[in-house]
């Protein structure tokens, strides 16, 4: 695996890669700024949308290699597994792999359901499953691997086994209970930096004032909340003029392409209304749309 120089922000390169040595596979990203793998609003027009902002890399949200529901996958996003188990793993990587960046694997979900089902963050106590899943995704694919882990007990006993299986970690130094509220343990995760051999990519409340100072002390940062409807944001973060000046029409446009359902669009219509003066007024709006073209004509008119 190679990365270059990354010790602050003025000696970053210009081209950055990780991968896998031992299989000769690399992947290389324009700059250290990743979309954040999230299950709702990590659509295909919002992951395009993002790249066309200048994002080095976007995340699909969760996704169970059970599920047999087609995905679309034509901007070729970093692809997170969630699961308890190996079980239909090699068949999935197998279909999608092509369409890969790279594979990653979910051990941070601190949901409802991820607790009653035992996946995420509650896996951390079942040690030899994660690294048999881990094992399985490294034998099923050439691609990077990486993992996106949250604070806990078992958290750097997982990571060590990890650096056997992965390109980078991704950490989140909140935990379980504290789900995305108070806030991230930051010395936890510099920490967990200065003990690995491998890139780490830290997540978990990374903003426009203080992502450029992160990546001083991290070779990557993940953006999520702070980029619900506003993929604007890694255009802004690296000074650039390509500001996409009406995403959420194009917003739209994407996702009429990939045939997304009206439910979908709503979620995200209500999400583009963040950071408006007229916001609230524009969701109330917004909850009261029936169709497609209520929300068009709405999105318009504000």
Same mark, same amino acid.
């Given at each position: 695996m190679k990365i270059g120089n990354?010790?602050?922000?003025?000696?970053?390169?210009?081209?950055?890669?990780?991968?896998?040595?031992?299989?000769g596979s690399s992947l290389t990203f324009k700059n250290r700024f990743f979309l954040a793998p999230m299950l709702e609003y990590n659509d295909i027009a919002f992951r395009l949308l993002c790249?066309?902002?200048?994002?080095?890399?976007?995340?699909?949200g969760m996704v169970n290699p059970l599920n047999p529901k087609a995905i679309?996958?034509?901007?070729?996003?970093?692809?997170?597994?969630?699961?308890?188990?190996?079980?239909?793993?090699p068949a999935f990587?197998?279909?999608?792999?092509?369409?890969?960046?790279?594979?990653?694997?979910?051990l941070g979900c601190p949901s409802k359901i991820a607790k009653k089902l035992g996946f995420g963050v509650f896996l951390h106590n079942n040690i030899e499953t994660i690294e048999s899943i881990l094992k399985i995704i490294k034998n099923s694919t050439k691609k990077p691997i990486t993992i996106k882990i949250r604070k806990s007990s078992e958290t750097e006993r997982i990571i060590k086994i990890a650096e056997k299986y992965c390109s980078a970690i991704c950490i989140h130094?909140?935990?379980?209970?504290?789900?995305?509220?108070?806030?991230?343990?930051?010395?936890?995760?510099? #920490?967990? %930096?200065?003990?690995?051999? @491998?890139?780490? &990519?830290?997540?978990?409340?990374?903003?426009?004032?203080?992502?450029?100072?992160?990546?001083?002390k991290f070779d990557f940062v993940?953006?999520?909340?702070?980029?619900?409807?506003?993929?604007?944001?890694f255009s802004r973060l690296q000074g650039k003029s390509n500001i996409i000046k009406y995403p959420f029409q194009e917003y739209l446009k994407l996702a009429e392409k990939y045939k997304l359902k009206y439910s979908q669009i709503k979620i995200q219509a209500l999400a583009f209304t963040r950071k408006k003066e007229?916001?609230?007024?524009?969701?109330?709006?917004?909850? #009261?749309? %029936?169709?497609?073209?209520? @929300?068009?004509? &709405?999105?318009?008119?504000?």
């Open positions: 990354l010790k602050s922000e003025r000696q970053m390169p210009k081209h950055l890669s990780l991968g896998c040595s031992d299989k790249k066309k902002a200048g994002v080095g890399l976007v995340y699909t679309a996958l034509d901007d070729k996003p970093g692809i997170q597994l969630f699961s308890t188990s190996s079980k239909g793993i990587i197998k279909k999608y792999d092509s369409k890969a960046s790279l594979w990653d694997f979910n130094p909140r935990t379980a209970e504290q789900g995305y509220s108070g806030e991230p343990d930051i010395e936890y995760a510099e #920490k967990i %930096k200065s003990r690995v051999k @491998i890139p780490v &990519i830290y997540s978990g409340n990374v903003n426009e004032k203080n992502a450029k100072e992160l990546l001083k993940m953006i999520g909340r702070e980029a619900i409807g506003d993929p604007n944001i007229n916001a609230k007024k524009i969701r109330l709006e917004i909850v #009261k749309a %029936k169709t497609l073209d209520d @929300i068009k004509k &709405i999105m318009r008119e504000f």
